[in-house]
């Protein structure tokens, strides 16, 4: 895998060709100030201009809250793109969602209405500091870290999708190798009677929408079956090891030589069978992290009085996103990013 491979997989390089066949996004650059902010350790929320509690905060206090950052700009232009989505969001960065950290908010998903509820999940997750620390894992010609990355938050309006019918497809010389049901963790007994006409309307929609038009010639794309025939597309992501090949493997999947895909002893279209088929979550092994533990059992005052202050926020956010204008002189938004 090449490092220009992972680059093509960034939102901002594929979103303006394929706009149309997915979800509306608005994309906000992030400063570098930010970029440490979620880097650093431990889970802790920005203070904000409206922290109706910064008054009461004893002198003991301080000193630590003068060391908590604030990004007023940042926070308005999430609240004017959440305004202009709907009012419902889901965020990621340039290549990942937090969804390991879905389990931190109410409801156990991405669906947010504020800032905090953005902030929570950016800064509690593995996923979002993998891509600000190691974008270019497993890429054989260039070193790790950032390098010069330009990072960006993207907030995409929030849509209900029945996991039973998201697809992830492994496309090799333009070719797809393989279709694996996205949510392998359930079995979906209504998936198995029509696995051959959801494979063939995924070759479909692949060989008039997609092939020939990314970036690259090997990659990953996950698709939404919406209805018969009719595909959201979601995301794109590397052709490598950095992407979790679902119910293939990436050994298979290297080696494989397109023509093959037509062998009986090829399973492109791969589905869980069975209950027993069940495959255990990934995400399952990054709940809970300490600074978690330490909130939830009051080990740490800090990060409790930090969750405290996000929760009593949120109305008052929550107000402010639906009364506020479009067409602000001070807030810029766009649908595309600049270039």
């Not at 997915?22 to 994309?27: A, E, L, R, Y």
């Not at 969001?89 to 991405?110: E, H, I």
């Not at 309307?201 to 010639?217: C, K, Q, S, V």
Request: aromatic share 12%.
């Amino acid at each position: 895998m090449k490092k220009q491979q992972v680059l093509n997989c960034s939102f901002s390089a594929w979103y303006p060709i394929f706009k149309h066949l997915t979800i509306d996004s608005i994309v906000i650059p992030l400063s570098k100030g930010f970029l440490e902010y979620l880097d650093a350790d431990g889970i802790y929320l920005p203070a904000s201009p409206t922290d109706e509690t910064s008054d009461i905060i004893d002198e003991d206090d301080e000193d630590a809250q003068s060391r908590i950052p604030s990004f007023p700009g940042l926070e308005e232009s999430i609240r004017t793109a959440i305004h202009n989505l709907g009012g419902r969001v889901f965020p990621k960065l340039n290549w990942s969602a937090p969804r390991d950290a879905s389990w931190m908010a109410c409801g156990n998903t991405l669906q947010c209405s504020c800032v905090n509820d953005i902030f929570l999940l950016l800064k509690s997750s593995d996923f979002v500091t993998h891509d600000l620390t190691s974008p270019f894992e497993h890429c054989t010609d260039c070193e790790q870290g950032p390098q010069d990355t330009l990072y960006e938050l993207v907030l995409r309006r929030w849509c209900d999708i029945s996991e039973a019918t998201e697809f992830r497809v492994f496309v090799k010389n333009d070719d797809i190798i393989g279709i694996s049901q996205r949510d392998h963790t359930n079995f979906f007994p209504d998936l198995g009677p029509l696995a051959e006409q959801i494979h063939n309307e995924i070759e479909d929609f692949h060989d008039r929408h997609i092939a020939g038009n990314f970036l690259d010639h090997d990659y990953v794309y996950d698709i939404y079956r919406q209805d018969k025939r009719k595909f959201l597309l979601i995301d794109f992501n590397p052709f490598g090891e950095t992407t979790d090949p679902l119910l293939f493997d990436w050994e298979d999947l290297n080696d494989l030589d397109v023509t093959r895909t037509d062998s009986q002893s090829w399973e492109t279209f791969r589905y869980v069978r069975s209950a027993s088929g069940i495959q255990p979550s990934q995400f399952l092994s990054y709940r809970y992290p300490v600074d978690i533990l330490h909130l939830t059992t009051g080990a740490d005052a800090d990060k409790l009085a930090d969750f405290l202050r996000m929760e009593m926020q949120k109305p008052d956010q929550q107000e402010a996103t639906s009364s506020s204008q479009e067409g602000s002189s001070n807030v810029q938004y766009e649908d595309e990013p600049e270039k």
